[in-house]
């Protein structure tokens, strides 16, 4: 009906876009398993190409499901790609955790790539993640799509066309017991990457991680050493890019973000660390 609304020039007002949008939010929320009463939907404003877009995202009021809830790192990591969407410009992008997936929903608000995929894993933040994409998919500049991904299993389609370029992740560098399926998925993806060409684009992870545990960020160090990933801290120049800003969070000052590629041969695994 908007859409038909706008397409005479006509003005759409306000007060019927609310009543609307809370009627659909709504219809939605009664055809899953989810209880409503624990669930909230939060929305934030995202600058795009000509305007902006309103992105909202279903999330537990109570924050006993890590899936549930948006987390610091997701907002940087937003922001981040806001600020860089040349980066993602025609590539075929997968984020792991993603959650409520509020970081691949602004990215597929804001950037042409070829496909967005986002993952994860338990029944009801999936069940969740659906819900949240398809509430916002009329916002969507390129075609995206929601999948389950088990990190201890997983291995990328043997079909070029269809295997990711960029791997993204917000807030999932917390638990030691996850870095073994972790590095996993970062093997597989990474596969033997030995750089980048005019027609194959080097494969890179973008992580984003709030580091609440120094003990624990440095095994995830380690980890990556051992499985010869390169890490290098951007957040610096990734902060001066990206100016004031865009969300309101808390713990922004811990968050660092990185850039994941295969160690070339013969060379050893890089831990380039920016300091801010």
């Not at 093997?187 to 890179?204: A, C, E």
């Amino acid at each position: 009906m908007l859409t038909e609304i706008e397409a005479v020039n006509a003005e759409v007002d306000d007060a019927l876009v609310e009543a609307l949008m809370e009627f659909v939010l709504n219809a939605k929320m009664a055809d899953d398993s989810l209880n409503a009463e624990a669930m909230h939907h939060v929305s934030y404003t995202v600058p795009s190409a000509d305007s902006s877009v309103v992105v909202t995202c279903r999330v537990a009021s109570v924050f006993n499901e890590v899936g549930l809830k948006l987390w610091e790192a997701g907002w940087l990591l937003a922001e981040y790609v806001i600020a860089h969407k040349s980066e993602f410009r025609d590539r075929k992008v997968l984020e792991l955790g993603a959650g409520v997936g509020f970081t691949g929903i602004v990215l597929a608000c804001v950037c042409r790539s070829s496909r967005v995929v986002l993952t994860d894993y338990a029944p009801n933040v999936m069940q969740n993640l659906r819900y949240n994409v398809e509430i916002n998919a009329n916002k969507f500049i390129c075609p995206v799509e929601v999948q389950t991904l088990d990190w201890e299993t997983w291995q990328p389609t043997d079909q070029e066309d269809e295997r990711p370029d960029v791997l993204l992740a917000g807030d999932c560098v917390y638990d030691v017991d996850a870095f073994p399926p972790m590095m996993h998925v970062l093997q597989s993806f990474l596969g033997n990457d030995k750089g980048s060409t005019d027609q194959h684009p080097q494969r890179i992870a973008i992580f984003a991680a709030t580091i609440r545990n120094q003990k624990t960020f440095q095994t995830f160090l380690d980890q990556l050493a051992a499985h010869r990933i390169d890490y290098v801290d951007i957040t610096v120049p990734s902060l001066e890019k990206m100016g004031p800003h865009l969300f309101s969070y808390p713990n922004r000052d811990q968050i660092r973000i990185c850039r994941l590629s295969r160690t070339i041969l013969g060379e050893p695994a890089s831990t380039e660390r920016n300091k801010s």
